[in-house]
Every structure is written in structure tokens, then in C-alpha cells.
Nanobody
Framework: QVQLVESGGGLVQAGGSLRLSCAASGRTFSNYAVGWFRQAPGKEREFVSAMITWSPGNTYYANYVKGRFTISRDNAKNLVFLQMNSLKPEDTAVYYC????????????????WGQGTQVTVSS
């Protein structure tokens, strides 16, 4: 069992950067896969990035964020980060972190634990 809380969202101009954090309690991230998803108003929740916490080299990104976003973790502090650079207005969404036991998944239906989300707004 794990509880997740996202933070780090805010308002930023296009081209700027934000770093989102996902803090876990109850259990550590050491035996979990963790993913980031986002949902814009009127749109379905979509995959952004994921990693296997025990293997930091195994990272995955949606095509539209490759080269701009970086997922990382600090297992000792039970934290997963999403560094977002070169932000675009179309990145505006509520960003959620999610966790599941085992291998990484690109489907939100495979994740058992979810945070409440943090708002990211990118102005033109």
C-alpha cells in the first residue's frame, strides 16, 4: 500500500520550466513502477512518463515530451520527480503521479495508487 501526493505545479510562461514532485508514504518506491499522467480540461487522461524505481535507467516518455521532460527518483526519500523544460501551452493540465507493483505500464488502468494531482498552467 502506498499513498501519493503531488506538488510543484504552478503558472509558468511558455519556454519555462517546472519540477513536479511525487511523495510516497506507507511504502517506499523501491519495489514499484511509477508513472506520470496528465489531464487537460475536456480531454482524457494521458500517459506522460514512467520509470522503474529500482532501475533508474529504465525510463519511458510519451513522444510529445521526449527531449523536454525527465523523470527521476530519490528512493531514500520516497520521491519521484518530473523535470519539465521548454514548456508549451499545450502542456497545461493537471498532472498526476501513479504507482503499481511490478513492471512499467503505459496504461492508467494498470496503476493501483494515485495522487490527487497538481495543476500546471503554461501561458502563451
Amino acid at each position: 500500500q502506498v499513498q501519493l501526493v503531488e506538488s510543484g505545479g504552478g503558472l509558468v510562461q511558455a519556454g519555462g520550466s517546472l519540477r513536479l514532485s511525487c511523495a510516497a508514504s506507507g511504502r517506499t518506491f523501491s519495489n514499484y513502477a511509477v508513472g506520470w499522467f496528465r489531464q487537460a480540461p475536456g480531454k482524457e487522461r494521458e500517459f506522460v512518463s514512467a520509470m522503474i524505481t529500482w532501475s533508474p535507467g529504465n525510463t519511458y516518455y510519451a513522444n510529445y515530451v521526449k527531449g523536454r521532460f525527465t523523470i527521476s527518483r530519490d528512493n531514500a526519500k520516497n520521491l519521484v520527480f518530473l523535470q519539465m523544460n521548454s514548456l508549451k501551452p499545450e502542456d497545461t493540465a493537471v498532472y498526476y503521479c501513479a504507482a503499481r507493483v511490478g513492471s512499467v505500464s503505459f496504461s492508467l488502468n494498470d496503476y493501483n495508487y494515485w495522487g490527487q494531482g497538481t495543476q500546471v498552467t503554461v501561458s502563451s
